[in-house]
């Protein structure tokens, strides 16, 4: 078992930037493939970004390619997101999310385990 704690959230302006953490529990941190996750007030939490257990292959939303960058340190036990060139609709709550089988899932319904978010508010 695994429990994730996100921070680094917070409140930029359009344009900006910022860096997300998110610290697992546990010596097997290697052995989960990490997901990020948002959910903006009434809408349905949607896929970010991956990550595989080795950080050799990652996988992006289309709203946010070019723009985010997910990655991970399995010897702090830490997965990132980097977020550049922030947009309001960027605005939600973010999660982090891992999974034990390494293939690209973006179905938050296939995560086992959930940290409890951090928000993130773009301004205009």
């Known amino acids: 078992q695994v429990q994730l704690v996100e921070s680094g959230g917070g409140l930029v302006q359009a344009g900006g930037s910022l860096r997300l953490y998110c610290v697992a529990s546990g010596r097997t941190f290697s052995s989960y493939a990490m997901g990020w996750f948002r959910q903006a007030p009434g809408k349905e939490r949607e896929f970010v970004a991956f990550?595989?257990?080795?950080?050799?292959?990652?996988y992006y939303a289309d709203s946010v390619k070019g723009r985010f960058t997910i990655s991970r340190d399995n010897a702090k036990n830490t997965v990132y997101l980097q977020m550049n060139s922030l947009k309001p609709e960027d605005t939600a709550v973010y999660y982090c999310?891992?999974?034990?089988?390494?293939?690209?899932?973006?179905?938050?319904?296939?995560?086992?385990?959930w940290g409890q978010g951090t928000q993130v508010t773009v301004s205009s």
């Open positions: 990550i595989s257990w080795s950080g050799g292959s990652t």
């Open positions: 999310a891992a999974r034990r089988i390494n293939g690209v899932v973006t179905s938050s319904a296939n995560y086992d385990y």
